[in-house]
């Protein structure tokens, strides 16, 4: 009998390298996808960003349809003309908001140039008074300095700028009508559309697929809804705050901080910060630290009570996953990608318990389903 040949042995390989090698090609196809999942997504902003606005939109105003709906033993309108009906008052709301922040803002810029000049006037003194001994023609020259480079751009950069405005409003325009189509669409037949897309799978997956999707929407719900009043909240109190201080321009600053804070956070304290600085311009550095005060004490009542009280358990993200989130979606899309990241990570993270068997909630109720709570039937969903 011969000899086995040592080299014409099989190479025996690692079980340790087996394993790293079967993980990184899964890995590696999973980054792929999700690579290839973004650069669509990015290529097609101008689409997918109004479809997720909708999306947050008909989570925040579903309980409006659903009030205006006729339904059993009630008077009250179609599912169509409600759901009309509520994207034409949310319309309203923005608008007359818009036309008070613009009222508001045009009243008090005149104050608060005057008070800006002031202030001015006021560091060049104590800069000239300083140990940097700077005067006042010397910092003269350095604004005019900085006005010429802006000047030096020339005609070219302006017009190119002008392009890009133009460009930006038409997007702007387009988003904004795609947001209240879908909005109303999402509102109006989103039980529809959701068994349509469940009939996609095979059977043995519909249930997993249906119940993944009543938790996501119960979460989403809950965190858009949660936002809102914790916006609210914090505007109010740095309004209310900056008017009882004598700030210029109170009424706008509490909706920037309204806007800043569906940015969880990072969102109201930066915003927060424009209100302190008006202060700080305005009325004085006294009572800018006293602003400051009331931006920190806002901070906390959403930190320590809002937050925890409104979300509770629906909305399971740690804080270091939260701020984690947000720097991960500036750096990919900015402001954007800021205001989706938060509401993105607590989905996944509740489809993610789900399907793993570790979701310790029961059903979610009606009202927390949604658009999902009329969910059509196997046989209408063929019929879609």
């Not at 999402?186 to 997956?205: E, I, K, N, Q, T």
């Not at 936002?227 to 004598?246: H, N, Y």
Request: aromatic share 8%; net charge negative; no cysteine.
């Amino acid at each position: 009998m011969e000899q086995d040949d040592p080299a014409r042995r099989p190479i025996e390989i690692p079980y340790g390298l087996r394993l790293s090698a079967a993980w990184a090609w899964r890995v590696l196809l999973i980054a792929g996808t999700v690579w290839l999942i973004w650069q669509i997504f990015a290529k097609y902003l101008v689409i997918f960003v109004p479809l997720l606005l909708a999306l947050l939109l008909a989570a925040l105003t579903k309980p409006v349809h659903r009030t205006l709906t006729r339904r059993e033993g009630k008077i009250g309108l179609p599912n169509a003309a409600a759901a009309l009906l509520t994207v034409f008052l949310v319309v309203i709301f923005v608008a007359g908001l818009v036309a008070l922040i613009s009222q508001q803002a045009a009243s008090g810029f005149g104050d608060l140039r005057d008070d800006a000049a002031d202030g001015l006037s006021e560091l060049q003194k104590q800069l000239a008074n300083s140990r940097l001994h700077l005067t006042n023609d010397q910092l003269d020259d350095y604004v005019n300095t900085l006005q010429d480079s802006i000047r030096g751009n020339g005609g070219s950069s302006i017009v190119s700028s002008a392009l890009e405005v133009g460009n930006t409003a038409g997007h702007v325009l387009t988003g904004l009508f795609i947001t209240l189509f879908a909005t109303y669409f999402f509102l109006s037949s989103g039980d529809r559309m959701w068994s349509w897309v469940v009939g996609l799978f095979p059977a043995a997956a519909r249930e997993k697929v249906r119940g993944s999707g009543v938790r996501a929407w119960a979460t989403l719900t809950a965190y858009v809804r949660a936002t809102v009043i914790v916006a609210i909240v914090d505007g109010a109190g740095v309004g209310v705050g900056a008017a009882i201080l004598g700030v210029p321009l109170a009424f706008p600053l509490g909706m920037v901080v309204f806007i800043g804070a569906f940015v969880p956070i990072v969102g109201a304290l930066v915003s927060g910060a424009a209100a302190v600085l008006v202060a700080l311009v305005a009325v004085g550095y006294v009572k800018a630290l006293i602003m400051l005060g009331i931006v920190i004490a806002v901070q906390q009542l959403e930190a320590h009570v809002l937050q925890p009280f409104l979300l509770g358990r629906a909305v399971r993200v740690h804080p270091l996953a939260v701020i984690i989130a947000i720097a991960a979606g500036v750096l990919l899309a900015g402001i954007i990608g800021a205001l989706f990241a938060v509401p993105f990570v607590a989905v996944v993270n509740v489809i993610g318990e789900y399907l793993a068997g570790r979701d310790p909630d029961e059903e979610p109720s009606e009202e927390e389903m949604g658009p999902l709570a009329d969910e059509a039937t196997e046989e209408e969903v063929e019929e879609v």
